[in-house]
């Protein structure tokens, strides 16, 4: 193409352009766009379940959490004891700060004894977070209502599936704290209540006034054959699960638990936070 071939071809296609920007249709749809509410990235806040990282300290979970741009993190014990020191506590929110990372809850925490449910709150509060994942006998479900009330601390329990003979799903946990105080409540595994043979979009929409928080996963199969898949590579409908979230406007995190490839996870958590994002652009 010659130079003056070129420059005209150019100056087509500037014009062309501007006269579509500026056509009355062109404006006209971006408005509707603007006025539908469609959902964007951010419409949902996207975090990772601390267990995702089981083989791996801090700073390795925050340099893979920095590069995929996740921003809120479910704190396991093992990257904060529930023994540490309001020093320890300290460093350890500047080192997620350092990384932009919010750690929004803390959990799951397996507690057998109305004194490690004590522990367990003392360690919420020093950790200055509003919401706890545990797994609590059935038998102390009243204290633990009693110390989330007191505390002014949600609580929610994780359900596990059918390995689970406690809280294999969600409505075994709604059967059990329904006429309980309301800051007691579930952390949703939407992939093992899928493994469970339950219909986890329904689920959620059943119970969405009691679900604090959701470990966000997809499964191979819909029964305890299922395993954890990629985001997008499994039995469960994502876009519809998404669409459900934002229909009833839920305000929690869905927070990505990862439990593939367990020692060398950032590829497939990297493709489901992709995929997860692509879905919020396009529903």
Known sequence: MSN??????LQRSALGAAAVLTSPSWLSSQAETKESGLA????LKLGIAGYSFVNFNLEQSLAMMKRMDVRFLCIKDFHLPLNSSAEQIAAFHKKLAESNVTGYAVGPIYMKTEAEIDKAFDYCKRVGVNLMIGIPEIKDLPYVAKKA???NIKFGIHNHGPEDKIYPNATVIWNHIKDLDKNLGMCFDMGHDTRDGQDAIKDYVKYKDRIFDIHLKNVTAADAKGSTCELGRGVINIPAFVKALLKNKYSGCCSIEFEKDMKDPLAGIAESVGYFR????AV
Do not use: A, H, I
């Not at 964007?40 to 419409?43: A, L, R, V």
């Not at 692509?278 to 652009?281: E, F, Q």
């Open 4 to 9: 003056n071939s070129r420059r005209n071809f």
């Open 40 to 43: 964007d990235q951010n419409s």
């Open 149 to 151: 009330k007191e505390n």
């Open 278 to 281: 692509g879905v919020l652009s």
